[in-house]
């Protein structure tokens, strides 16, 4: 491997953890992310010449730290944070930046994950509630600009600068970057929450398996999930988000065939889903249900525990499911569930129920919307509406990033 491609693979698989162990030592975001994009800048050029580092993770934090030391020499001021950056020691084999595991849990300000801190300090109350999450993915998470203006489906420029807004303020208004008080926690876990699973899902929706960071990111996503759990024990939104992505993720070797091919989840062999997680979902599912306070993570593992049903009665119950949907959308009206709950009431009530519901969503809101264009695809040629399916269908390709659900969709095109 050359070494900018060692460089860039190393930041992309790494970035989110990189920045979090930076700041929470420094207790500045902004110079955490410019420290690191200097070592990245420093990689690519000392990388070629000396080779690739046994260890790149560790390199490029061993060289952001020795830039924020030399900018508080300096800028003689936070002589605390340069104590802590000088003491604060990495070994060789990376392994401070290892997943840690919790020391007390009596500790008011324990957090078992550098990045789980970072996640609450970007929830703070001061900034614009609606910039919480795609903050999250960018800093801590390790999404573009691009990939996050996907999962809020406005355009990648006006996400970007969204996102510079954000962090501006952060730096203008000198919002501390401190840990909230454990009472605070329970105010910023919703934000949290959001921010965790739309990077599970930016990483399942990936079933091609080119970019091996995607796998890494939903394993994240669920460690992440644990921790809130651990957290927070009496939040049910925590457990009932760890039990949808842990009913997902038991189904991940089923979602491919031997050959690669994408495999949609009504046509998967459930006996290639994993027990084990599908058990531990249910378990963590009856346990929020038990705290009595429903929320729309909780829903949604509903709706996939009915699905692993099929697992034990070889069917779906439609009609539970249609009314599960319907209550979600009631909590949380995205577009995501309005389109699969008419792909239930297109199987639960008949295919031009589910067709009717589809015309229901504003042409502008699902323009470029793939979802609705497969579900609306596959609804036309099931009715036998030959030339409205072929466009569905084209639209819904054209949407498609993904391969192997676009050779997917293209055969299905290739069926008429």
């Not at 990245?40 to 390199?59: D, H, M, R, Y």
């Not at 993915?137 to 420029?157: C, D, E």
């Not at 069917?315 to 959308?329: N, R």
């Not at 589910?354 to 609306?376: C, D, F, H, I």
Request: glycine share 4%; aromatic share 6%; hydrophobic share 45%.
């Amino acid at each position: 491997m050359d070494a900018r491609r060692a460089a860039e693979m190393a930041v992309r698989s790494s970035y989110g953890r990189l920045v979090a162990y930076l700041a929470s030592r420094t207790r500045d975001l902004a110079a955490a992310e410019d420290a690191l994009g200097d070592a990245f800048l420093s990689a690519l050029k000392t990388w070629p010449e000396t080779g690739v580092p046994k260890n790149p993770e560790s390199w490029l934090v061993v060289a952001a730290r020795n830039r924020l030391i030399d900018g508080a020499r300096r800028n003689r001021v936070q002589e605390n944070v340069l104590e802590t950056l000088k003491l604060s020691s990495l070994r060789t084999d990376g392994s401070a930046l290892a997943r840690s595991q919790p020391e007390s849990p009596d500790n008011p300000e324990f957090f078992p994950d550098d990045r789980l801190k970072l996640l609450f300090i970007c929830a703070h109350p001061a900034i614009d509630a609606t910039i919480h999450t795609p903050l999250m993915l960018q800093t801590v998470l390790g999404l573009n600009a691009a990939q996050i203006a996907s999962a809020f489906l406005v355009a990648p420029a006006t996400m970007s600068q969204r996102l510079v807004r954000a962090k501006a303020k952060i730096r203008d208004a000198g919002i501390a970057f401190e840990l909230p008080q454990v009472d605070e926690l329970p105010g910023r876990l919703a934000a949290v929450l959001e921010a965790i699973y739309a990077a599970y899902t930016h990483a399942w929706e990936m079933v091609d398996g080119g970019d091996p960071r995607h796998r890494g990111l939903a394993e994240d996503g669920i460690w992440l999930a644990r921790l809130c759990v651990q957290l927070v024990p009496q939040a049910p939104e925590a457990r009932g988000l760890l039990a949808l992505m842990l009913y997902c993720e038991a189904r991940r070797d089923a979602r491919r065939s031997a050959e690669g091919a994408y495999i949609p989840l009504a046509q998967q062999d459930t006996r290639l889903w994993a027990r084990p997680m599908l058990d531990e979902a249910e378990r963590e599912l009856t346990h929020a249900a038990t705290l009595k306070q429903l929320g729309r993570f909780q829903l949604e593992a509903a709706i996939q525990s009915l699905h692993a049903q099929r697992a034990v009665t070889q069917q779906v119950d439609w009609e539970t499911l249609a009314l599960l949907y319907a209550g979600l959308i009631q909590l949380s009206p995205t577009l995501g569930a309005r389109v699969s709950y008419a792909a239930a009431i297109a199987e639960a009530k008949g295919l031009e129920q589910g067709l009717v519901y589809l015309k229901t969503l504003p042409s502008e809101v699902v323009r470029n919307y793939q979802p609705y264009w497969a579900l609306k695809a596959h609804l036309l040629q099931q009715l036998e509406h030959k030339s409205e399916a072929q466009q569905a269908y084209s639209r819904a390709i054209g949407l498609t990033e993904d391969v192997k659900v676009r050779e997917f969709l293209l055969h299905q095109l290739h069926e008429f």
